[in-house]
């Protein structure tokens, strides 16, 4: 089973400041990674995956995230923040191998809101 | 535009009463799932399906049942079981075996009073 751990429930940043929102996994298999964002009252959107190759991986609206194998971390980064990027993101894997029981499913992280102050 | 389509978007009902949930979607996609939001909680599996005619519980499926007669269609309804059914209910589906990563609807909010 994998389960994954968004380590602020909640990130306070001004407008223009860089961000950085935290994930860490665990899973006895190797896996393959996402970060998804959420505006109020809608469903997620995906912002980027990790499956294979570059760690470094860059997604939608300047977001980019880095796969760390050895420290099992997946973490968000933006250089400058907006006010429209005000939302609440979450974190999740799945495995990368087919078969199991857990072939498939997304296990999610409890979610971080972030919040852009102008 | 292809998409999953999550209606209705509010809901209310009293107590005791059944209510089924829409998600349809027309992405081709093979697997449905089911997930509900709770503040601080992230997003907990109720109940997934890979192919017609088959479907699996997740972690909370208890006062859930699901049917999934079409590849489009993948109905959620909460019973009278489910003791604490006020959420956000959102509906995602994906193409199994390639490509991972989930297209979600709109999301449904589940009132009861």
């Known amino acids: 089973a994998q389960s994954v751990t968004q380590l602020d429930s909640q990130v306070p940043v001004f407008e223009e400041a860089p961000v950085e929102l935290r994930c860490n996994y665990s899973s006895s298999v190797s896996v393959y990674l996402f970060w998804y964002v959420q505006y109020p009252n809608q469903g997620l959107q995906l912002l980027l995956k990790y499956l294979s190759g570059s760690t470094l991986v860059k997604g939608i609206n300047g977001f980019e995230a880095e796969f760390n194998k050895s420290q099992t971390s997946f973490h968000l980064r933006k250089p400058s923040v907006h006010i429209s990027d005000t939302a609440e993101y979450f974190c999740a894997v799945t495995p990368s191998n087919a078969g199991g029981t857990s072939y498939g499913k997304l296990t999610f992280g409890q979610g971080t809101i972030l919040t852009v102050h102008p | 535009d292809g998409g999953i389509t999550q209606s209705p978007k509010y809901l209310f009902r009293k107590e005791g009463q059944n209510v089924t949930l829409s998600c349809e979607q027309n992405l081709n996609h093979d697997a449905m799932y089911w997930y509900r939001q709770d503040p601080g909680q992230g997003l907990r599996l109720i109940y997934y399906?890979?192919?017609?005619?088959?479907?699996q519980k997740g972690d909370i499926a208890e006062g859930y049942s699901v049917s999934r007669e079409k590849k489009e269609s993948f109905p959620l309804t909460v019973t009278s079981a489910q003791k604490n059914p006020t959420a956000f209910y959102l509906c995602a589906s994906s193409f199994q075996g390639r490509d991972y990563g989930y297209t979600f609807g709109s999301g449904t909010r589940l009132t009861v009073v």
């Open positions: 399906s890979q192919i017609v005619n088959d479907f």
